[in-house]
């Protein structure tokens, strides 16, 4: 991983090394890869971790935590599945990048499962992201998604960062709450979705109209482009509607980021689902 310093070691027998995503035999290219890779999830922070250990679908497989940290978990009553080694803030330090924040929590995990498109439900929201590849907004972009209840996150294999690390640590446990459906290719992904009754509405500055003026519907998918790029063509042209942010300011743009909880509190705001 880019963003950190933490290398475990690569499975046995001359598997796949954890940070490489494959195919699923016998599956559709564009359903989602397996979510069962070889190698651990690297969890980091307070919110992070003790909601994994909270999550009966995370299997932990190593907690590395200070004495501080442990007795916090202690106090607050927050059971381990598996018996933490306790070490020094400094070995903690030395496997993380030097700006991670880990207070003093360190987790090795199994990736979650990732559902099919098939299984989302049809109701709310989902939300898209059309190869966005900073952890740090992905991140921020689960966080927002856990608060407005989406329902899960639709990601592609490449050209997106993996649920770990940087990403998991600004997700702030949210990866625990939102699943993500990673697939092989978007615009069959989003031809899925609206076979299915899905609402795709693309945001991109160049939108027909703003969003606040698009008569949205449940199930509602928000589809995201990456920052600078936007959505690519063909995912423009599969988007059932493409629609734009207009601000009544100077600056016409926003990160992805704040993007993404704009249109969420939009599309909640439009489709009642601020009241349930």
């Not at 035999?25 to 003790?50: E, K, N």
Request: charged letters at 25%; proline letters at 7%.
């Amino acid at each position: 991983m880019k963003d950190r310093k933490f290398a475990p070691r690569g499975p046995r027998g001359g598997a796949k090394p954890f940070n490489r995503p494959g195919k699923s035999a016998g599956r559709p290219a564009w359903r989602d890869r397996d979510s069962h890779s070889d190698g651990p999830v690297i969890l980091y922070g307070w919110h992070t971790v003790t909601m994994a250990l909270a999550n009966p679908q995370r299997r932990i497989r190593k907690l590395t935590l200070t004495e501080n940290a442990a007795k916090r978990l202690a106090d607050e009553n927050i059971a381990t599945p598996v018996t933490p080694e306790i070490v020094r803030p400094q070995e903690i330090d030395r496997l993380l990048s030097p700006d991670a924040v880990h207070q003093g929590l360190l987790a090795e995990a199994d990736p979650l499962p990732s559902p099919d498109i098939e299984t989302l439900k049809q109701e709310g929201m989902v939300l898209v992201l059309d190869q966005i590849t900073d952890p740090h907004n992905v991140g921020a972009i689960l966080r927002s998604a856990a608060a407005f209840a989406v329902k899960a996150i639709v990601t592609t294999a490449r050209h997106s960062p993996e649920a770990t690390g940087v990403l998991a640590k600004a997700a702030s446990g949210a990866l625990e709450l939102v699943p993500m459906v990673t697939v092989q290719n978007l615009a069959r992904a989003l031809t899925a979705l609206n076979e299915r009754g899905f609402q795709t509405v693309g945001l991109d500055s160049e939108g027909s109209e703003d969003l606040s003026d698009v008569a949205l519907r449940e199930p509602l998918a928000l589809v995201l482009g990456a920052e600078g790029k936007g959505l690519r063509q063909l995912t423009r042209e599969t988007c059932s509607v493409v629609a734009r942010l207009d601000m009544p300011g100077e600056i016409k743009s926003l990160n992805v980021s704040n993007a993404a909880v704009l249109s969420l509190y939009v599309g909640a705001s439009r489709l009642g689902l601020m009241k349930r």
